[in-house]
């Protein structure tokens, strides 16, 4: 189904078209930016003045004059400089609700029907554990494959793990010398680093032993099986620990393709480059050189003097391979800011080595966690997993003090909820392109911008529906006549509506934020109804089912946008 504005938009569009016939006129509406200027606002007048060479309060009244105010519109009128101020009707609008109720994709424009996208998010390193980074992205990718599914989209998510390279070498060396078995069948992946750490030391200053981490490399490389037996092992060990991390956060992926399922393609992509003229030897190693470009950016490797290949080789090798194999509409990456220039140098390469599908770097700054957590100190960093017991361990002093009546069992089951929800929601409500730090009394807030906030806002009006069903046993509240005359009840039907359209923009802009920002506006005004109005104990059965109704829609709108970010939203709290 269209969304509010999209409807609006289509009776401007009409208008323009009775009372300017052929004029090309921008007809696309706006949520108004202030309760007194109505619900929604039409400013083309402006841009069309010039154009059609009268003035732009002209403009708007002639559009005015042909605007339709029976169905949705209630009424228009024309503000400032020639804006035109739209008010819905409370029964437009209450229509509009009852078609939503129906609709099996909770009112998200299905304007991805038919496109495929790639999304390359997470992608950790083998044998290293997941940063703060890695989280980040995969938070995010997972939430923006949500909301592009939402729209339609088929999306495959990717994990393009960090697999392959020159690091393999040194680590099977650091496995043979210094490797201590307890602490690997305690720990693996920060066994695997120490000792990556140790050889790395050590071919540092010991040109012998960096000679046989060659060596080991390129045996890896030529399919020595012990080495590929090893190699395979640090997989195993790392992907072990991640997807522990993925379960607890409710993460999957379709394919996980690291970068060692494409290495086979590098040679054959550095000779294309070179045939090409977009790459040449320089010092030894193979570069990519953009200094003629009308925007030129610093040269890139391909290809290393010692013939290992780069992050830029691997990257090129799979954007054709997916290319190839699923012809997607569009690839998004997922990544922190530090790797804009990696970007920017292969999509730029790509293209001109004949890629037409668009590709797009989503990147996030970094994300500064409490004191002591998530940090490195003396090379070991600190786990994820602990951030996510200790979110559990908040979360459950929450509802034990809010709900000391319930069955533990289900009681642990909220405090998970609760607790991933609000480590997930502290990163997504933010804007992810500016700095942010993360705080417990922010992120686990009862009553501000934060997940349990939400969840209890959408648990406590799913029970005012269940609390009328023990109680009004004969009244049907799902199929209620829907009205809309207080301002409460216009208002929280606003912002149901809203988050269709929300979903759009998050898409659009590559950020969860914009929807986050919509879900705890639909809270707001859900809990401003909910104070402001009776519903178990309005006098009139019309007027009780109606709101319990749309207790209903905020609820079932709340759990499903809650859902988008990956986010569950428990029967009780
Ligand atoms: N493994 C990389 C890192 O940890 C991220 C990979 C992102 N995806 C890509 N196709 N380059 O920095």
Request: aromatic share 8%; glycine share 6%.
């Amino acid at each position: 189904m269209k969304t509010i504005l999209d409807t609006l938009s289509s009776l401007v569009a009409g208008a323009i078209a009775r009372a300017f016939p052929g004029a090309d006129i921008p007809s696309g509406v706006l949520p108004a930016t202030r309760p007194e200027f109505g619900d929604a606002q039409w400013n083309g007048a402006l841009a069309a003045a010039k154009t059609l060479r009268k003035p732009p309060r002209a403009v708007a009244e002639a559009v005015l004059k042909e605007l339709p105010l029976d169905g949705l519109l209630e009424k228009a009128d024309i503000a400032g400089p020639g804006f035109l101020n739209l008010t819905l009707s409370p029964a437009g609008l209450a229509a509009w609700l009852d078609e939503l109720s129906r609709d099996p994709f909770h009112g998200v424009p299905q304007e991805g029907a038919g496109e495929r996208y790639i999304i390359d998010y997470s992608s950790p390193n083998v044998a290293k554990p997941m940063h703060i980074a890695h989280i980040r992205s995969t938070v995010i990718g997972d939430a923006l494959k949500r909301i592009h599914r939402a729209l339609g989209r088929e999306v495959l998510g990717d994990n393009h793990l960090g697999d392959w390279g020159t690091q393999f070498g040194i680590l099977i060396m650091g496995y043979r010398r210094f490797l201590d078995p307890a602490a690997l069948a305690d720990s693996p992946v920060d066994e695997l680093q120490r000792i990556y750490i140790l050889s790395h030391a050590k071919a540092d200053e010991d040109p012998a032993w960096k000679d046989a981490c060659r060596a080991e490399l390129v045996k890896l490389q030529q399919g020595d099986p012990d080495n590929t037996a090893l190699w395979e092992k640090f997989i195993a060990l790392s992907m072990e620990e991640f997807n522990r991390v993925y379960d607890r956060l409710g993460v999957s992926f379709e394919m996980t393709r690291g970068e060692s399922y494409y290495r086979a393609r590098d040679p054959e992509i550095a000779s294309m480059l070179e045939r090409k003229g977009l790459a040449r030897e320089s010092e030894g190693a193979l570069v990519a050189f953009f200094d003629g470009d009308a925007d030129p950016l610093p040269p890139c490797i391909i290809r290393k003097s010692d013939g290992g290949y780069n992050y830029a080789a691997s990257d090129l090798a799979t954007v054709f391979t997916r290319n190839e194999d699923f012809a997607p509409t569009a690839v998004l990456y997922v990544t922190d800011e530090r790797q804009q220039l990696h970007f920017r140098q292969f999509f730029r390469l790509a293209e001109k080595a004949g890629n037409t599908t668009p590709l797009f770097h989503v990147w996030f700054g970094l994300m500064r966690l409490p004191e002591g957590l998530l940090s490195t100190r003396n090379g070991r960093a600190i786990k994820l997993e602990k951030l996510l017991d200790e979110a559990e361990r908040r979360a459950r002093e929450l509802v034990d003090a809010a709900s000391p009546s319930l069955p533990e069992e289900e009681r642990a089951a909220i405090a998970k909820a609760v607790g991933i929800g609000a480590v997930k929601y502290a990163d997504l409500s933010q804007n992810p392109q500016s700095a942010v730090s993360f705080t417990w009394e922010k992120a686990l807030s009862m009553d501000g911008n934060a997940a349990p906030y939400l969840q209890y806002a959408c648990a406590r009006a799913r029970s005012v529906a269940s609390k009328h069903k023990e109680r009004f046993p004969d009244e049907d509240a799902e199929n209620a006549t829907i009205l809309l005359d207080a301002p409460q009840e216009k208002a929280l039907a606003l912002a149901i509506a809203r988050i269709g359209e929300a979903v759009r923009e998050a898409a659009r802009l590559a950020k969860p934020s914009a929807l986050a920002e919509a879900i705890y506006a639909l809270a707001g005004a859900y809990s401003a109804f909910y104070q402001a109005l009776p519903c178990l104990r309005a006098e009139n059965a019309a007027v009780r089912t109606s709101r319990v109704r749309l207790c209903l829609a905020s609820s079932r709108m709340l759990s499903f946008a809650l859902g988008l970010l990956g986010i569950e939203t428990p029967e009780r709290i």
